[in-house]
Each structure stands twice: as C-alpha cells, then as structure tokens.
C-alpha cells in the first residue's frame, strides 16, 4: 500500500539523516515504526481479550452463588400485589 503523508522537511531530513547513519533507510524506519505500533495495539486487544475471559470464567452462572441449587418450589414463588 503507498500512502501520502505531510511532514516538515525538517523533521522528514532530521529523519533521514538519523536512520541513514543508523543504516535504514527513511522508508523503512516508518515501515518498522508502524509494524511496532500495529504489533503493540495486537497486543493490547488479546491482553484485554483474556483479562475479560479471565473475568467471565470467574463470576458464577447469573451472579449466583458457586454453590447455588434451584429449587422449582422455592425459587418460583411469587407475591401477589394488589
């Protein structure tokens, strides 16, 4: 994909000053800067994916009690208002 962007000469030869003395090229060092931001927001969605399974698996089934049994008789009792 080739995508246009704005940037200040200064900053844009600042840049490529840098990763050409760091043997990359102007390219490539955006290439590598994106690939570790787009690798890191990855990251950021399966730690909070298992955090919220972590958080699922641990709440007993409807908020009730572990040890909760049903009971037809005692659970399906309703008050009548008037």
Known sequence: ??????????????????????????NQYVRDCLAAKAEEIQDQRSRKAREFKAFLLGLPPCGLPKNYRFNRERDAVREVTA
């Open 1 to 26: 994909m080739s995508i246009t962007l704005s940037i200040p000469p200064a900053i844009v030869q600042e840049v490529r000053e840098w990763a050409e003395a760091n043997g990359t090229s102007l």
